[in-house]
């Protein structure tokens, strides 16, 4: 089965293609030059791309042929009269024929099939939206992890929300996610923020939750209830991407960077950190990894496809993506120097 | 593209294009500070009559600020 690689750059939208060893790979692009990408998704031939410009605004766009041409998409828009602006469009996720769309700021818009874009009210008009906060960038609805009976929902530097009726209603899980270190807790805890960095759930198991956040790496076995630290063995508890295996939930990996004040992997080399047992222990995975790196690595461009053996997908800010077909046992390099690496999806 | 006044060729080119209006203007309708439409080299912003007429070689501009370096 070929594997086909969604990465997003400052600079536009690469396609990056392998056979089922993912060895070698054809890079096409860009797709959309000179334009941010900062999510992407594909399905088949089906490939759409949030774009953003300094100039023109944010857009969405569409490929119905695997990326060889593309067409503008209808884009999330704010209600006449709302004071929110649509900064960028940070999430993409497909639920059965509808699309849901994660925007800065803070709103969830949803549409089915090709009907009109429907933003969530109950979100919108939650009783603690006022007292939100942006994160450094922005307020992004960067995760939308859609089910029929629960969905979940991570803003920065809002928290995790769940919802169990649809939509309907929201409810912050944020109980138990508190910095180790007394300063950062007080500077959070006096502005009510939670900033959940990416957040992932076991898709056989919707009580069972993991986040990279501002403040650590956390574990939730209730639905998001109560949460708890998981950090022994990395060497930092500050990051950005997190993702779970396939086929194991107990299996993840993210990636540590150094902390909130420097925005550069931990320790000065690219490592990605492994846990097999749902955080209790993590190991570093560097094999093939540059033994220097002061990049970073942003919120999505941490990515694992679904085969066996699993592949892993990273790519920096220093514009270099890196895959294992291993499980993060051995990596190697793309050819290809990219600009900025803002996200890198697996289409299916 | 052909519309009867200045104004309604402004509004025009807008919608000749998908998606064109959300790259010039904002959702509340303001066009993006770092775009330009120009009517025969007249900024639209300083059009003083919309309803003049059209005639067939006028020519809309839409110039994006160039920056940097």
């Known amino acids: ?348 | 593209m052909e519309a009867a006044s200045v104004g309604a060729a402004l509004v025009a080119a807008r919608d000749a294009f998908p998606d064109l209006r959300r790259l010039l203007n904002d959702e509340e309708g303001r066009r993006r500070p770092h775009v330009n439409v120009f009517y025969n080299g007249v900024s639209e912003d300083e059009i003083e009559d919309p309803d003049s007429a059209t005639t067939d070689r006028d020519e809309i501009l839409i110039i994006q600020a160039i920056s940097g370096g």
């Not at chain 1, 089922?20 to 089906?46: F, L």
């Not at chain 1, 949460?227 to 997190?242: A, H, Q, T």
């Not at chain 1, 295996?245 to 540590?256: A, E, F, G």
């Open chain 1, 1 to 348: 089965m070929d594997t086909r690689l969604l990465i997003g750059t400052n600079t536009g939208l690469f396609i990056a293609e392998s056979d089922e060893r993912r060895k070698d790979w054809r890079i096409s692009g860009p797709h959309h030059a000179g334009w941010q990408v900062y999510t992407a998704s594909g399905h088949g031939d089906e490939v759409m791309a949030a774009l953003s410009s300094g100039v023109w605004g944010p857009t969405l766009q569409r490929s119905q042929d695997g990326g060889r041409s593309w067409e503008p998409m209808d884009t999330p828009a704010f209600p006449e009269g709302s004071p929110r602006k649509l900064r960028q469009v940070w999430s993409l996720a497909n639920q059965d024929g509808t699309l849901h769309a994660g925007v800065a700021e803070a709103a969830l818009f949803s549409r089915k099939g090709s009907g009109a874009w429907e933003m969530n009210e109950a979100l919108e008009s939650h009783p603690t939206r006022e007292r939100w906060l942006p994160g450094a960038g922005g307020l992004c609805l960067h995760t939308i992890l859609p089910d029929r009976d629960r969905t979940y929902i991570a803003i920065s530097s809002v928290g995790v929300a769940r919802s169990d009726d649809g939509g309907r209603s929201w409810e912050l899980k944020n109980d138990g996610v508190v910095a180790a270190d007394a300063d950062l807790a007080a500077q959070f805890a006096e502005s009510q923020a939670c900033c959940t960095h990416k957040l992932v759930r076991d898709p056989a198991n919707a009580d069972l939750l993991f986040q990279q956040n501002h403040v650590g790496v956390f574990r939730s076995a209730d639905g998001g209830n109560s949460w708890e630290r998981i950090e022994s063995g990395l060497p930092s508890f500050f990051g950005f991407g997190l993702v779970m295996h396939p086929k194991d939930s107990r299996t993840l990996y993210n990636c540590p960077i150094v902390s909130q004040e420097v925005h550069m992997v931990a320790e000065g080399r690219l490592s990605l950190y492994r846990t097999r047992d749902a955080g209790d222990h993590w190991e570093s995975l560097d094999r093939g990894l540059p033994e220097q790196c002061f990049s970073n690595v942003l919120r999505d461009s941490l990515a694992i496809d679904a085969q066996d053996p699993a592949g892993l997908y990273v790519g920096t800010t220093g514009g270099e993506v890196f895959a294992s077909s291993d499980e993060g046992e051995s990596w190697s390099r793309l050819p290809a120097s990219f600009a900025r690496v803002t996200c890198v999806k697996v289409a299916s």
